[in-house]
C-alpha cells in the first residue's frame, strides 16, 4: 500500500515537498514513480527513482524543477517540486513497481500498485 501526502495550494513561483509511504513490501526492490493528472487530462509520469536510490529518470517539463529522492530506513520517496506553475495543478500520485523498469519508468501502464493521490493546486 501506498501512501501520498503533502499536496496544498500554493502560489505560482512556489515550492512543495510530496511524499510517498510504502506501507508493506521494501520500496529497495521496486521502481517507484510520481505521476501527475491535470483536471481532464491523462495521468502522465514526471519522475521516477529505482528503490535504491541509484537511478532517477524525469520528464522534460520536471527537469531543473523537480527532484526526487528516497530514504529506505523510512521506505519513503519524496518529490520536491520548485518554481510552480499554475499548469502544475492537479493529483499527484506515487506508484510503484518491482525491478528497476529504466526506459519504462514514467509508462503509468507499467505499474501495478498506486497510491489515492495528494491535491496540489497552484493558484495566486
Known amino acids: 500500500q501506498l501512501v501520498e501526502s503533502g499536496g496544498d495550494l500554493v502560489q505560482p513561483g512556489g515550492s512543495l515537498k510530496l511524499t510517498c509511504t510504502g506501507h508493506g513490501p521494501i520500496l529497495h526492490s521496486f521502481t517507484i514513480a510520481w505521476f501527475h493528472q491535470a483536471p481532464g487530462k491523462e495521468r502522465e509520469g514526471i519522475a521516477c527513482i529505482s528503490g535504491s536510490g541509484a537511478n532517477a529518470d524525469y520528464a522534460e517539463s520536471m527537469k531543473g524543477r523537480g527532484t526526487i529522492s528516497t530514504d529506505s530506513a523510512l521506505n519513503t520517496v519524496y518529490l520536491h517540486l520548485n518554481n510552480l506553475k499554475s499548469d502544475d495543478s492537479g493529483i499527484y500520485y506515487c506508484?510503484?513497481?518491482?525491478?528497476?523498469?529504466?526506459?519504462?519508468?514514467?509508462?503509468?501502464?507499467?505499474?501495478?500498485?498506486w497510491g489515492q493521490g495528494t491535491q496540489v493546486t497552484v493558484s495566486s
Open positions: 506508484a510503484a513497481a518491482p525491478g528497476w523498469l529504466r526506459h519504462m519508468c514514467l509508462v503509468p501502464a507499467v505499474f501495478s500498485e
